[in-house]
Structure formats: structure tokens, C-alpha cells
């Protein structure tokens, strides 16, 4: 099972951007009956950005998000317009989206009603995804 980590990367620091894509990889892929490859876009940033990097890296995501199996999107960051796309390009080609919200931060309804799920904690999504896509019972 491919799953995309969708959720912003522009203007957070690097605790930010990792932390929640790490401990979501650790989990599910060891939980699940399944074999399950978390993709992590941010691990694919150059050190230095220029228009034709940028016009790249648009392609790599949403390439990536095609490819997906689920899409996990940080819900906290919702001035992300990569995340937009991201969400955009999963709704389209049918892939489910499952929205991670921590914080009391405001989801805007567009990104909420792409969601089949929302969770409002890590143990949430955890069992959320293992009841419904990444074990056999």
C-alpha cells in the first residue's frame, strides 16, 4: 500500500514539516498486514530552488500522488497551496483522503469535504487507516 503524506512544506521549519511524516511511516509500517511505503515529498527538496527545480518538484508530487493508494494530509497547514494541488489531484483520480487535524487551527471546507476522514489525533488516524485499508479484518 502506497500512501502520500500531503501537508505543507513552505515557510515551516524542518520539526514541522518531518515529525508527523515520520511517526505516521514508523507506525503503519509496522502495524499493518500489509506492506505499506509512506512517501514523504518533502525528502525530495533540493538545497537550492530555482524555477526549473520548482516546475520539477510540481511534477514529482502530484506524479506521486497519482501513484497513491491513500493520501494522508496534514490538516494544520491550510495556507499550502502544493497541499491544494495535492488533495486536488487525489479527489480527481479517486483516491481517498484521510485528514490529520491536531491542532484547533480552521480547515477550510473545501479540504474537509475531500476528506473521507478527519482525525484529531495520531492514535485516531493509527486505528482509522488499520480498521479500513491496512488489515485483512
Known amino acids: 500500500i502506497f500512501i502520500y503524506l500531503a501537508g505543507g512544506i513552505t515557510g515551516l521549519t524542518d520539526v514541522e514539516i518531518h515529525e508527523w511524516r515520520d511517526k505516521i511511516k514508523d507506525v503503519l509500517e509496522t502495524v499493518s498486514s500489509y506492506r505499506v511505503v ?3 515529498p518533502a525528502n525530495h527538496i533540493p538545497l537550492e530552488v530555482t524555477p526549473t527545480v520548482e516546475r520539477e518538484m510540481f511534477e514529482w508530487d502530484l506524479w506521486k500522488v497519482k501513484q497513491s493508494d491513500i493520501v494522508v494530509c496534514d490538516f494544520d497547514h491550510p495556507q499550502s497551496i502544493g497541499t491544494t494541488w495535492e488533495l486536488a489531484v487525489a479527489r480527481e483520480n479517486g483516491i481517498p483522503i484521510v485528514g490529520l ?17 478527519i482525525s484529531h489525533s495520531m492514535d485516531e488516524l493509527y486505528d482509522y487507516l488499520c480498521t479500513n485499508f491496512l488489515n485483512d479484518d
Open 101 to 117: 487535524s491536531l491542532t484547533d487551527t480552521p480547515v477550510h471546507p473545501w479540504w474537509s469535504m475531500s476528506a473521507i476522514h
Open 38 to 40: 509512506c512517501c514523504n
